[in-house]
């Protein structure tokens, strides 16, 4: 089993950055690929980020292309999610999803494990 468990949401304004972590244990590479999701209030959940543990290769969604950023330490068995220039369309709860599918243009389908969500407000 995979257990992951997000962190580093908050309130914050347009314009500002925040760094999500997603802290992962028992079999995390049974995981080959990591994600980012987010569901905002009245909309469904839709991708946003994937790398894989084995490679530095990355897949962005384009409404957060250029601004966002994912990466993984191995060894921490962590991904990250560094997302600058926040809008307040980016507020939403964003969800760390591991996958066994090789794929980065992930779909809600291809996930194996979910974490319970971040809660990121960019707001005025």
């Known amino acids: 089993q995979v257990q992951l468990v997000e962190s580093g949401g908050g309130l914050v304004q347009p314009g500002d950055s925040l760094r999500l972590s997603c802290a992962t244990s028992?079999?995390?590479?049974?995981?080959?690929?990591m994600g980012w999701f987010r569901q905002a209030p009245g909309k469904e959940c839709e991708f946003v980020a994937a790398?894989?543990?084995?490679?530095?290769?990355?897949y962005y969604a384009d409404s957060v292309r250029g601004r966002f950023t994912i990466s993984r330490d191995n060894a921490k068995r962590t991904v990250y999610l560094q997302m600058n220039s926040l809008k307040p369309e980016d507020t939403a709860v964003y969800y760390c999803?591991?996958?066994?599918?090789?794929?980065?243009?992930?779909?809600?389908?291809?996930?194996?494990?979910w974490g319970e969500g971040t809660l990121v407000t960019v707001s005025s």
């Open positions: 028992g079999s995390t590479f049974s995981s080959t690929t």
């Open positions: 790398i894989r543990w084995s490679s530095i290769i990355t």
């Open positions: 999803a591991g996958s066994r599918s090789n794929g980065l243009q992930l779909s809600i389908h291809d996930i194996d494990y």
